[in-house]
């Protein structure tokens, strides 16, 4: 299984920035999709998650309004789509995979494959 997220970089405060992740070696649309994120110094936290049909939304508190998440099972793909960004959201983005379909949203433990994730840094 292979999960490669594109599209971070440096941007200042307010810009927008997507991410996309390719998966490859399992059966996308039977995995609820999500996206992580690790800021330097701290501990890796839930973004948003996306369950296997794309209907089913869940986001961090502080992407509610800003994020967006959406998924193509025909390309293996999810997006995350992050708008007004701003400096606290300087980190690592991971996209993962849970086998399954559960409507919940997921934690870190629940998610079987990770990508190797991708640097987005937003100054001020």
């Known amino acids: 299984v292979q999960l490669q997220a594109f599209g971070g970089g440096l941007v200042q405060a307010g810009a927008s920035l997507p991410l996309s992740c390719a998966a490859s070696?399992?059966?996308?649309?039977?995995?609820?999709m999500g996206w992580f994120r690790q800021a330097p110094g701290k501990e890796r936290e839930f973004v948003a998650s996306i369950s296997c049909g794309g209907d089913l939304r869940n986001f961090t508190d502080s992407g509610k309004g800003r994020f967006a998440i959406t998924r193509d099972n025909a390309e293996n793909t999810v997006y995350l789509q992050m708008n007004t960004l701003k400096p606290e959201d300087t980190a690592v983005y991971y996209c993962?995979?849970?086998?399954?379909?559960?409507?919940?949203?997921?934690?870190?433990?629940?998610?079987?494959?990770w990508g190797k994730g991708t640097l987005v840094t937003v100054s001020s």
């Open positions: 993962a995979a849970d086998f399954g379909c559960s409507d919940r949203r997921p934690t870190l433990d629940d998610m079987d494959y």
């Open positions: 070696g399992l059966t996308f649309s039977g995995h609820v």
